[in-house]
């Protein structure tokens, strides 16, 4: 089989607080877009993980992770062949969205029937985002993200989305570590987002934030640049992808969005004009 792993970018992102067991507290909206990596999976004896594309496999690799949770501890065997498209390590979830597309496609070659249930539950222990990606489309995630309560689909959109080529080890830790008191809020802007999606209204640039906003702009430096290079080109404002480094314009079209794109003149990194994709369309897959 072969299965899509879209990525994602997150419309709202609010850090609540720092809570007792040293994890923040998150309300967000998050959104399935292009691009994706795709997982083709077929049986063998043993487990083997390859990639094709700029990332090496480790032992803490999530997708090695997820058939290591998934199959308990029985001698079970697949070799997973995972071509990467969404960067590494940009805020665009491509390692959490791999995990979830190997759980989904493992579940299935090894008949083991696990229901959406025990899925989620695998998916919390694996990573904050996983168990988001289970369905994709978009969702309400809070706690550290794997309180997951999936929404309507949202009127489609076109965003243009640049990823700067910075490296951040520990990345996720980073940006947490930066954030001060005056970047957590109360939720409400998540909130009012969600009645919107559920009334049906458009997601518009008034309606996005996120708690990194000001952080990112310390820990990536250089980052002002892209986000002043989008401008540039006509976007009417950049918000940052999750946790950054990539960052993304809204358009009030495609042609809008293409437009934007290629009148970009980014100092490096890779530029793509992407569209939001429905739950039904983030878990394509071919047999």
């Known amino acids: 089989m072969r299965l899509h792993a879209a990525a994602k970018i997150n419309w709202t992102l609010e850090v609540l607080g720092r809570r007792d067991d040293g994890y923040h507290e998150v309300r967000t909206v998050m959104q399935t877009v292009g691009p994706w990596d795709t997982l083709q999976i077929a049986p063998r004896r043993g487990l083997e993980v390859t990639v094709e594309g700029p990332y ?95 929404l309507p689909d949202a009127h489609p959109a076109w965003l243009a989305l640049l990823v700067p080529p910075f490296r951040t080890p520990d990345k996720t830790r980073s940006m947490y570590a930066a954030l001060t008191p005056e970047d957590f809020t109360d939720g409400s802007r998540t909130d009012a987002l969600v009645r919107d999606i559920r009334e049906g209204r458009p997601v518009g640039d008034d309606s996005l934030c996120n708690a990194f906003d000001r952080a990112a702009y310390e820990v990536f430096e250089g980052l002002g640049d892209y986000r002043d290079a989008l401008l540039a080109a006509g976007a009417r404002r950049v918000h940052l992808a999750g946790s950054g480094p990539a960052l993304f314009a809204l358009g009030p079209g495609e042609g809008a969005a293409r437009a934007v794109h290629a009148r970009l003149r980014s100092p490096g990194g890779e530029a793509l004009v992407v569209r939001t994709l429905t739950a039904t369309e983030a878990l394509r897959r071919e047999d």
């Open 56 to 150: 090496e496999v480790s032992d803490d690799d999530l997708v090695a992770r997820a058939a290591s949770v998934l199959a308990q501890g029985a001698a079970r065997g697949a070799n997973i062949r995972l071509s990467k498209r969404i960067a590494v390590a940009a805020g665009l979830g491509g390692g959490s969205s791999d995990a979830a597309a190997a759980l989904r496609g493992l579940n299935e070659l090894w008949g083991l029937g696990h229901g959406d249930d025990a899925l989620a539950e695998m998916a919390a222990g694996l990573g904050s985002d996983v168990a988001f990606f289970l369905r994709g489309g978009v969702a309400l995630a809070e706690g550290r993200g794997e309180r997951v309560t999936h």
